[in-house]
């Protein structure tokens, strides 16, 4: 009973917390942690000490899928050099630093000890950021820069950690810790992989929304337990899983799977996350008192905890400079190569007019190419420049996974509570001095969102595209009911009207009242939303549109095929 009641006030608290939030206009977290912070403070409140299993091994890897699924792939692989240099070089630069610092500071500590704790405060926690920027309207490159560093660096940075602490055992060379960082990576990305795809074809032939659910619920800790067990990284193979489900989900699943999947999994990340930065603040007091008990002072530990907050923050500007002068290096580079791309477009269609080609060989030159000009198009219309630059160097908040880490350091570290309240004050000072003023930042910087005009024009081009597609599977000779038979020519001329006028929300079957033809015009309806997810899927492989394009046409066509399915369910 007591249990159920802590549980039933935890989740009251962290939506009470949410909605005033949002009214005061402060990112969730950033309160959840200062409530958190406060309640462990009231006389009567229990030490709380959250096991750093319990985080790393059973909250992590959900939240980090729940964003992997959500991650547009052809987005992560176009930015993924700014991603990757962000949560993997940086982080090695971040513990590098840090680690002397702490190793010059601590007397008696040791380099694999200061450089395991440079590698716990080394990730940065997208989730304060990204909420900020969304409401502020940041554009969507910079947004999906943060979202993907802060997918992938938790895992570069928990394999340092391992690293670290092992070479307090054992002689570890430099060229043993590269090994085992290139091995975690390709085989948690293996593992990942093969998790994913098995993933979506188990699931597509259930059938059955709920029963999907289910296993999207358990499929973070499938790939993360044998990840795990291969000595391999177990959050970045489920990250790896959660973006290759979500690129073949479409797919694979149908449409009320994807939906009901959506809507379950944006609770349970809410509440996972927001009752993560709450006990986050919650365990503060348990670590001021177990630094207290021993070691050097409190005083000491906090002003450690501050220099290295400064020089992570510092480290992020340094770093962040060169990479936004190397983005428009490549935007000026894309623009240049425009007169190039014409010609090669002109010698294609050339070859495909004269028969030149085979059919696969225009359809695999055709698509590498278009995808080619599509990710030259997307370098010059999304970059951006300093203004963009100073929002990402400033959106360096570390969280509740690196108090976490802190927590996994072996009895045997010297200076341990002081190690750990050093992570906890890194994580609180930039959680809170970053995110309180990233919005002024953000408001200073004048960064440009997107264009919101141009995307309802692109909208407006995919939804005639996948159109034409429909009214030509429509105008097919061929098309038969499933029993072989035809479609009335009434249903066909509806159905022609419907996608001659295109409206985004589906017009309902239940006008088609007359015995026979309801079901046709279901059955019809079903294969014109096939027709148009086929185009769909298309048009993503090739890139021509933007992610936040298709995918908004991927949810109309979701929400419509939703309805024709559960129109099929009640009749």
Known sequence: MELT??????IVSIVVVAALSRRIGVAAPLSQVVVGTALSFLPGVPHIVIEPDLVLAGVLPPLLYAAAVRMPAHDFRRDFKAIAGLAVVLVVLTTLGAGLLFNSLLPGLGLAYAFALGAIISPTDAVAATSVGRRLGLPSRLLTILEGEGLVNDASS??????????????????????????????????GILIGQLNVRVRA??????????????????????????????????????????HQSPRYLRA??????????????????????????????????????????????VGIGLLASVLAIGARMVYVAPLVAGQRRDAGRAEAAQPRIDAVQAKLDEMIQNDELSEQQKKRFT????????????????????????????????????????????????????????????AITTLLLQGLTLPWVIRKARVPGDDRAAD??????????????????????????????EYSPEILDRARE?????????????????????????QLRTEILQAERRELLTARTLGTYSS?????????????EARVSRFVEES
């Open 498 to 522: 419907e996608l001659a006028v295109r409206q985004t929300r589906p017009a309902t079957a239940a006008t088609a009242s007359r015995t026979g033809l309801r079901e046709q015009y279901v």
């Open 5 to 10: 009641l802590v549980a039933v006030a935890g």
């Open 205 to 246: 032939w259930l059938k059955d929304s709920v029963l999907n659910t289910a296993i999207s619920f358990v499929l973070p800790f499938v790939a993360y337990v044998p990840a795990e067990a291969i000595h391999a990284s177990g959050v970045l193979a489920v990250v790896v899983t959660g973006v290759i489900t979500g």
């Open 367 to 426: 698509v590498r190419f278009t995808q080619r000009k599509s990710d030259l198009r997307f370098a010059v219309a999304e970059k951006f420049g300093w203004r963009g630059g100073v929002v990402l160097a400033w959106s360096g908040m570390r969280g509740a996974v690196t108090v976490a880490a802190a927590q996994t350091l072996p009895a045997s570290t010297p200076y341990r509570p002081q190690l750990q309240l050093i992570a906890f004050v890194v």
């Open 456 to 485: 309802r024009e692109e909208f407006g081009d995919l939804l005639t595209q996948l159109s034409v597609a429909a009214l030509a599977h429509v105008d097919d000779p061929e098309l038969r009911m499933p029993d072989g038979t």
């Open 256 to 301: 009320a799977d994807r939906v009901t999947e959506a809507i379950n999994w944006s609770t349970v990340s809410f509440l996972l996350e927001s009752g993560l930065f709450l006990l986050m603040g919650l365990q503060l007091k348990a670590v001021l008192d177990d630094a207290h008990a021993s070691g050097p002072s409190i005083a000491t530990a």
């Open 548 to 560: 936040r394009v298709l995918t908004r046409a991927q949810d109309a066509l979701d929400t419509e």
């Open 158 to 191: 928990l394999v340092l950690l391992s690293s670290a602490i092992a070479a307090t055992t054992a002689t570890v060379s430099l060229w043993t810790i590269g090994g085992d960082f290139l091995y975690a990576v390709v085989a948690a990305t293996v593992v």
